[in-house]
């Protein structure tokens, strides 16, 4: 089992709409999640951290944990062209030591 | 705004060299990382450290590999004998403390001929 899931893509948005990205994990004891943007060729960019159930905003981005249900998701709002990259989700289990990524989903706006 | 700096952006060397690709991480951080990625595949970690001691090493760190802070700012990453499949991007990055959100170098891309 994958330690860290997303779906690869690509998804493609409408420019102005939401886009939504899911992430699933397989370690119960994980305490951090984060959520990294990647543009071809670049390092990971963090745009938004949570630790606690529920839902957390900042901007355009709303984040959104469920422990029970080992699932945290990202949500942008009002889609822009420059929003088209690879998102990564990645988590720190139960060692803290490491932050684990998941492949990552590509997400293209389109005009 | 303080960032994680690496050198060089692009190293190309002969399968069976040694490479030591370099990282200041930054100045407040106390917990350093390399990760790495292969082109078109997921970020992978690889080690991290702490207080002068590795703190968790992946499958891939292998004997080849070693990690060293040999003064207040630097942190290396060293490949003994690279081989073809070493060719990747390395990212180094650092955190606050344990836990805490990683902040990424740009990246050396190592490419073993």
């Known amino acids: 089992q994958k330690e860290v899931e997303q779906n690869s893509g690509p998804l493609s948005v409408p420019e102005g709409a939401i886009a939504s990205l899911n992430c699933t994990y397989s370690d119960r004891g994980s305490q951090s999640f984060f959520w990294y943007r990647q543009y071809s060729g670049k390092s990971p960019e963090l745009i938004m951290f949570?630790?606690?159930?529920g839902d957390k905003e900042d901007g355009r981005f709303t984040a959104q944990l469920n422990k029970a249900s080992q699932y945290v998701s990202l949500l942008i709002r009002d889609s822009q062209p420059s929003d088209s990259a690879t998102y990564l989700c990645a988590v720190i289990g139960s060692s803290a030591s490491k932050i684990i990524f998941g492949s990552g989903t590509r997400l293209s706006i389109r005009p | 705004e303080p960032e994680v700096t690496q050198t060089p952006s692009h190293q190309v060397t002969q399968m069976g060299q040694e490479v030591i690709l370099h990282c200041v991480p930054i100045s407040n951080h106390l917990y350093f990382y390399w990760y790495r990625q292969i082109l078109g595949q997921k970020v992978e970690f690889l080690v991290s450290?702490?207080?002068?001691?590795?703190?968790?090493k992946s499958e891939i760190f292998d004997d080849q590999f070693s990690v060293e802070r040999p003064d207040g700012s630097n942190f290396t990453l060293k490949i003994r004998s690279t081989k073809l499949e070493d060719s990747a991007m390395y990212f180094c990055?650092?955190?606050?403390?344990?836990?805490?959100?990683?902040?990424f170098g740009s990246g050396t891309q190592l490419s073993v001929l």
């Open positions: 990055a650092s955190s606050t403390g344990e836990g805490e959100k990683l902040f």
């Open positions: 450290f702490y207080n002068n001691e590795i703190s968790e």
């Open positions: 949570i630790y606690s159930n």
